[in-house]
């Protein structure tokens, strides 16, 4: 009796912490509509939601943003973070240091191109936490996920 109580304890104890470890392809997320029309991509324990001027054909100062959420949605407080941006578009290289500006939003200004292979790396961290790091594709057609979109969707 004592070993099956301790069974279901340890079961339902890993089963309520797996619920709390969603997994969301990029392919996945690339099928979902966006709070504030970016690309979204998982980050640890959060989802960091990109934000890029869309049309600068040549290279001048544009914005930067980026919106930190949980899987759930709910935004995550961004005073005390700190980050960058590393934008590869075209041959050019830009460097953002992103800084907190809102509820749960850092933003930039970097200069850039709007580049269907534009490649931006966010690395952010959150007050008293590790850095989290996600990859975008901003620019690039959406990946269209095999059947109705959650092949790789995980709760």
């Known amino acids: 009796?004592?070993?099956?109580?301790?069974?279901?304890a340890a079961a339902s104890a890993l089963m309520l912490a797996s619920s709390f470890s969603f997994?969301?392809?990029?392919?996945?997320?690339?099928?979902?509509?966006?709070?504030?029309?970016?690309q979204q991509r998982m980050a640890?324990?959060?989802h960091f939601e990109l934000v890029v001027a869309k049309d600068s054909k040549e290279a001048r100062d544009?914005?930067?943003?980026v919106y930190v959420t949980d899987h759930a949605n709910a935004k995550i407080p961004t005073v005390g973070a700190g980050g960058t941006a590393t934008i590869?578009?075209?041959k050019q290289k830009a460097?953002?240091?992103?800084?907190?500006?809102?509820?749960?939003?850092?933003?930039?200004v970097g200069k850039y191109a709007?580049?269907?292979?534009?490649?931006?790396?966010?690395s952010i961290t959150l007050s008293g936490k590790p850095a989290?790091?996600?990859?975008?594709?901003?620019?690039?057609?959406?990946?269209?996920?095999?059947?109705d979109g959650h092949t790789d969707h995980k709760h």
């Open 1 to 8: 009796m004592k070993q099956s109580l301790i069974s279901l």
């Open 23 to 38: 997994a969301h392809s990029d392919e996945y997320l690339d099928t979902q509509k966006t709070p504030n029309g970016g």
């Open 44 to 46: 640890g324990a959060y």
């Open 62 to 65: 544009n914005p930067v943003v």
């Open 88 to 90: 590869l578009a075209g």
């Open 95 to 108: 460097s953002v240091k992103l800084v907190p500006d809102g509820d749960n939003r850092l933003k930039g």
């Open 114 to 122: 709007s580049t269907p292979d534009m490649k931006v790396v966010v």
């Open 132 to 147: 989290e790091q996600a990859r975008f594709t901003p620019l690039a057609a959406p990946s269209v996920a095999a059947n």
